[in-house]
């Protein structure tokens, strides 16, 4: 059975900084592209970042290039999120998710992704 749980949402002020995980069982998580996506209230899923299977490339949604940094360890089968500098407009449920082959292509499409996480929840006050 494949589980992806994430970690490490939070409260934070404008210009803060958090480190979301994403921690993966059941699968041959080193195999497999990792995205992250995020969902603010009212609003469609937006893709973020993705980080292909040896971590040779990597792709930043517009809105977060500089401020963000997806980077994975795959002998612990975890995925992590940088976020720095973080802008009330990064406020929503973040998402993690096992791309169906090795590939990070942007922008993200959500249907090349087939194992998701339950999310977690980052705010950022202004």
């Known amino acids: 059975q494949v589980q992806v749980v994430e970690s490490g949402g939070g409260l934070v002020q404008a210009g803060g900084s958090l480190r979301l995980s994403c921690i993966a069982s059941?699968?041959?998580?080193?195999?497999?592209?990792v995205g992250w996506f995020r969902q603010a209230p009212g609003k469609e899923r937006e893709g973020v970042a993705c980080?292909?299977?040896?971590?040779?490339?990597?792709y930043y949604t517009d809105s977060v290039k500089g401020r963000f940094t997806i980077s994975r360890d795959n002998a612990k089968n975890t995925a992590y999120l940088q976020m720095n500098s973080l802008k009330s407009e990064d406020t929503g449920m973040y998402y993690c998710a096992t791309e169906l082959y090795g590939f990070c292509t942007g922008p993200l499409r959500a249907y090349e992704y087939k194992y998701w996480g339950q999310g977690t929840q980052v705010t950022v006050s202004s």
């Open positions: 059941g699968l041959r998580f080193g195999a497999y592209a």
């Open positions: 980080i292909r299977w040896d971590e040779t490339t990597t």
